[in-house]
């Protein structure tokens, strides 16, 4: 009963929060220049795409899949709860922190980890950056009555990275105290904040706390105080970090409410800004709280506002700057933790679209204390920790607070094409291939441009993942008659599954052509599966559908056979989409699902027999 009283004690205080924040909404929401959303795009919760449009080109990468059972395919430890990603670019290398506790939120031990890649793509295997760290025993904390005894610290951290004017990267991360499943670490009650320097070698640097909270010293902690070190250029950037008011914005709620290095000490929550052409400075908290400050950061209006228009709750939202000197933020247009969408904006402060990310929920594998469904937390690259060569807005994220994503967002971001596809991907040039998919690759269900065994370039999707898919999305001029031609070589025919289907711009499809582990391809046929014909492994199988909204129905023709007539199974405006699946369609969860989940699922560290599709081209044309 106890447990019980605190999950709800836990809930109420969240409603409260959200409570607050409404209110400030009404009572001043047009009281000053602010951010607001006025498009008429709202996003549907029923879908885990929300039934957004795609930004074109978005690709989503996950660098981690957690794994219990064979932590050697993980990070090594196999702990099962990973969430709140920080990015940084530099060294020509993207940097990732995340944070860590083994089986759920707040439950410790926990530690911190990073990850780097060159490309955004290709990610190393995790190392732990801030360990477990071992509370001394008898401690407490006021207002609650339990007392440490054999416990670790949870990391909770708000900013992972710093970069020097002098080029030199910082990590960071918070040691909080959880005396039980529902403390807070972010109380202002914790040990204090680590840091160390990430090397251009990249080995790291020693620990070292930079700040601490109260009744906590050099004497009493385990590492010691950024002062101590010989390296007078590490100490000169951590007092560079200290002195920048937007750096310590982001240190409110782990430090001591009354800190005066706190510019505005208030209960907003995960703060991130960016600067406005006139020097102004926006800030977003969760909720999409948002205030200017017109001193860079040194002060504030005393009550942000709800940013208006915009839909988001107890979850991150992200904006900044893009490379084509618009603006973006990405969020969670919703009371829950899904989709994740992105909306731009010409002057930072007009937001007039909506527009999806990433429209997945992976199958949470692990239960565990406070893990919410969905791609949620998400943070991109804060202003000074570098800027990636692509041009492209990298953003990172967790799933399910189980596994680490990131998602490279093309820029200029656009939602539409007037261009029918005609691609060969060998003839296509190397790392251009993909430049207009949308492509969704676990680790264990990769979507990549590979060589065949005839050594010529193919879109392949694989999938050896129990519980995800690979997918690849193409979006094609708004068409009510349109012929698509694809072909595509199964590398099996008795094991895995590709569907291909045809979509209208809200993500629901009109028909559907199956490769099943039967060796038939069949199409969906109202309730059930119609089977075409047989097909064989490492045979290529040229196919062309041509589809008509007006008479809900399509033909197909498969490898010059005769065209075979078809109707939809649901209608649509006109088709839009064209995806390519290795999985069945998702609509678990749902608005309505209870959250936390407290089960495994059934040998979820194991992979699956991998199947593999090459699809070799990809046509499109307008039909008269």
């Not at 005393?302 to 990405?330: C, H, L, M």
């Not at 492209?392 to 200029?412: C, F, G």
Request: proline share 6%; hydrophobic share 35%.
């Amino acid at each position: 009963m106890a447990g019980i009283k605190k999950v709800k004690k836990k809930y109420m205080q969240i409603r409260l929060a959200a409570a607050v924040v409404l209110g400030l909404s009404a009572s001043g929401a047009y009281a000053q220049d602010t951010v607001r959303y006025t498009g008429n795009t709202l996003s549907n919760v029923d879908y885990h795409h929300g039934q957004l449009s795609p930004a074109i080109g978005v690709h989503s990468i996950e660098v981690l899949r957690a794994n219990r059972e064979h932590p050697e395919m993980a990070e090594g430890s196999g702990w099962t709860y990973n969430h709140a990603p920080m990015l940084a670019y530099w060294n020509n290398k993207f940097y990732l922190e995340y944070l860590s506790d083994k089986t759920g939120e707040s439950v410790p031990p926990g530690q911190t980890l990073l990850a780097t890649s060159a490309d955004g793509y290709n990610w190393s295997k995790p190392v732990v950056l801030f360990p477990p760290y071992k509370i001394p025993d008898g401690t407490t904390k006021e207002g609650h009555p339990g007392v440490a005894h054999n416990l670790y610290a949870v990391m909770h951290q708000r900013m992972g990275f710093f970069t020097s004017k002098k080029k030199r990267l910082l990590s960071l991360g918070f040691y909080g105290i959880c005396l039980d499943d529902h403390d807070d670490p972010n109380d202002g009650k914790g040990i204090g904040r680590v840091v160390r320097e990430i090397l251009p070698d990249g080995n790291f640097g020693p620990i070292y706390f930079v700040h601490y909270n109260p009744k906590w010293n050099a004497k009493n902690t385990s590492y010691p105080f950024y002062t101590s070190s010989k390296d007078k250029g590490f100490i000169e950037a951590c007092n560079e970090l200290m002195a920048n008011p937007l750096m310590m914005m982001q240190w409110v709620e782990e430090t001591d409410r009354k800190d005066p290095l706190i510019p505005l000490k208030k209960e907003y929550k995960a703060f991130n800004f960016y600067h406005l052409p006139d020097g102004r400075v926006v800030g977003l908290w969760k909720y999409a709280l948002t205030s200017i400050s017109n001193d860079g950061g040194k002060t504030w209006p005393e009550n942000a506002v709800r940013a208006p228009g915009f839909v988001n709750s107890n979850a991150k939202i992200w904006g900044q700057r893009t490379s084509d000197g618009r603006y973006a933020t990405v969020y969670n247009p919703s009371e829950f933790r899904w989709p994740l969408a992105i909306s731009t904006s010409d002057n930072g402060l007009d937001y007039k679209d909506l527009l999806l990310v990433n429209g997945e929920i992976s199958t949470m594998r692990y239960g565990g204390n406070y893990k919410s469904y969905g791609p949620q937390y998400v943070r991109g690259i804060i202003e000074g920790d570098g800027v990636p060569p692509d041009g492209k807005l990298w953003v990172a994220y967790s799933m399910n607070k189980e596994d680490i994503w990131v998602s490279s967002i093309p820029v200029p971001v656009i939602s539409a094409t007037n261009q029918y596809a005609d691609e060969v991907f060998d003839k296509m040039p190397d790392g251009q291939e993909l430049k207009y998919w949308n492509t969704f690759s676990p680790v264990w269900a990769p979507v990549k441009i590979e060589k065949t065994a005839d050594g010529t370039k193919a879109l392949v999707l694989r999938d050896k993942d129990p519980y995800d898919y690979a997918k690849a999305e193409r979006v094609i001029p708004a068409s009510k008659r349109v012929a698509v031609e694809f072909s595509v070589i199964p590398a099996q025919s008795n094991t895995g599954l590709l569907h291909i289907e045809f979509q209208d711009t809200k993500g629901s499809p009109a028909a559907r052509l199956i490769f099943d582990a039967d060796s038939l391809i069949k199409i969906k046929a109202g309730y059930r599966n119609s089977g075409v014909t047989k097909y064989e492994a490492g045979k290529q199988y040229d196919i062309r559908v041509e589809l008509n909204t007006a008479t809900r129905s399509y033909t197909i023709s498969v490898n010059g056979s005769n065209k075979s007539n078809k109707i939809f199974f649901a209608p649509v405006h006109a088709i839009e989409r064209v995806v390519f699946r290795t999985g069945e369609v998702r609509r678990f969860p749902d608005a309505d699902t209870p959250t936390d989940q407290d089960y495994d699922l059934k040998n979820p560290g194991e992979p699956v027999a991998e199947a593999a599709f090459f699809i070799k081209s990809f046509k499109t044309a307008l039909l008269k």
